[in-house]
């Protein structure tokens, strides 16, 4: 009897029923677009050009360490971090610096490299040594892979002085058409593990791995907790996950976040000693005709992805809520794997708010669209459909944000400069990407993003 009973937990354990817990998510909203990609994975192929742009990360201030014309090698520091010169933009390709691309007050905003055919020149070999916390930051700082942690509160750019009491990685994506976390590790299973390996003496505490109920592949790592998330859009943020497993509770509760890739990246370093920043870039939206997945390197010029650009377009680095504008010879972002393209309009709709709406996507119940046909897929544009009002304090915000947080409270605290109310509403727990949907629902176009941005600039400021 005591076998029986020994043998039952034991199957248990192993197809994670006791060791797995579960979360069902019912607050939210799926914003469904046409133009998905179908799961073709095209071969690997290099850009003739690539970008690193400081401004992907958060808090740094870089400092140049190359100039227009210099040759670079893979493991070359481009730039470091004025505050921290141990943190460095490092090149993952062999080429040549051909553009330093400036912004207002000549802050660095691109640093732009032609790509040499030729990627097998003296490939460094970076020294693995012990798997300790010291070694391993090391590592990363001279690979420049340290930049694949963020850190929460504030979502900036980690510090390697801190140990962070989790590292929490997402590895479900629930943003409108957004790549599949089951494709982007295939093929990658053994770099995973070593990556959870690595991640497990970088934290005092669990390593903490989320996913979809349906996506197995996911389930039989080990050296993490694994948890279980299902729900509407923005069940797949990590913020939401942080939420739900260990909240955040000062400015001094620091955890760090990473990507499936980025674990990927990490595991390839240790199992190899080379730096391959090999990455699966999905193209997708209703004004691009050739949609499909494609690996590539990081931070690869959109050209070299997006083909057939249908006219009045719109290209952005990421998913259509959080993502960046940028042009059709620009550079996709350092920690996106997704290329959206959808139609461009400037022209006001005639006449649009006698429209019943029978073809609008729309979250509101004063549409057409909503009630009749609510799960049917439908295209959408740039159209804002009015200006700037009044924000008005209501519930429906939290309608969208799966989180005890309430938002519309939150950014008037934000926009007086309430320190300490923004502190009692949960600004620590939240990043711009967990209220991006109560920026689409919001009547009144408020840019909650951008304010919360501005808020936790400001609390890390005073604090």
Not at 172 to 182: I, K, V
Not at 228 to 252: C, D, E, L, M, Y
Not at 263 to 290: F, P
Not at 307 to 326: A, H, M, P, W, Y
């Given at each position: ?157 980690a510090n390697p002085a801190d ?198 996507p729309s979250w509101w119940k ?98």
């Amino acid at each position: 009897m005591c076998r029986c009973i020994y043998n039952f937990y034991l199957i248990r354990i192993k197809i994670g029923i006791i060791r797995m817990k579960k979360f069902k998510l019912r607050r939210g909203y799926d914003i469904k677009l046409p133009g998905e990609t179908v799961r073709t994975i095209e071969p690997f192929t290099l850009p003739n050009r690539i970008a690193f742009k400081p401004t992907d990360f958060i808090g740094m201030k870089p400092r140049l360490l190359i100039e227009p014309g210099d040759k670079v090698k893979i493991g070359t520091p481009l730039a470091c971090d004025k505050n921290n010169e141990k943190i460095k933009i490092v090149s993952h390709v062999n080429g040549e610096v051909t553009e330093i691309v400036r912004g207002d007050r000549r802050v660095i905003q691109m640093i732009v490299i032609n790509v040499d055919t030729d990627q097998h020149e003296k490939e460094p070999e970076f020294a693995i040594n012990d798997l300790n916390k010291n070694s391993i930051i090391d590592t990363l700082l001279e690979s420049g892979l340290f930049f694949n942690f963020v850190q929460r509160p504030f979502n900036k750019m980690a510090n390697p002085a801190d140990t962070p009491r989790d590292i929490f990685i997402s590895a479900m994506d629930t943003a409108p058409l957004a790549a599949e976390s089951s494709l982007i590790l295939q093929g990658n299973e053994s770099s995973f593990q070593k990556g959870l390996d690595v991640l497990s003496h970088l934290t005092s505490g669990k390593v903490r791995l989320s996913f979809k109920p349906e996506e197995t592949a996911f389930s039989e790592f080990k050296n993490c907790e694994l948890y279980n998330f299902s729900g509407p859009h923005p069940t797949g943020n990590v913020g939401v996950h942080i939420h739900h497993i260990a909240p955040i509770r000062n400015a001094h509760d620091i955890v760090w976040t990473c990507s499936v890739q980025s674990v990927i990246h990490i595991g390839r370093l240790y199992e190899t000693g080379i730096l391959n920043q090999e990455i699966l870039v999905k193209v997708a939206g209703s004004a691009v005709d050739r949609r499909y997945y494609h690996r590539t390197v990081v931070g690869a010029q959109v050209s070299h992805l997006v083909k057939d650009l249908n006219e009045n377009s719109r290209i952005i680095s990421g998913n259509v809520l959080t993502g960046k504008q940028i042009e059709s010879d620009g550079f996709v972002g350092y920690h996106d794997n997704l290329v959206t393209v959808i139609p461009e309009t400037t022209e006001p709709e005639f006449l649009g708010w006698l429209n019943p709406g029978f073809a609008k996507p729309s979250w509101w119940k004063t549409f057409a669209s909503a009630l009749l046909f609510p799960n049917k897929v439908r295209t959408v544009d740039t159209n804002m459909a009015g200006g700037h009002r009044a924000l008005v304090i209501n519930d429906i915000y939290e309608e969208v944000v799966p989180m005890s947080i309430l938002p519309s409270h939150l950014i008037k605290s934000i926009l007086v400069e309430d320190i300490e109310e923004m502190e009692a509403l949960g600004i620590y727990e939240i990043a711009e990407e967990d209220l991006a949907l109560c920026e689409y629902i919001c009547p009144s176009k408020t840019e909650f993003q951008q304010i919360i941005r501005q808020g936790l600039d400001l609390i890390e400021k005073e604090g």
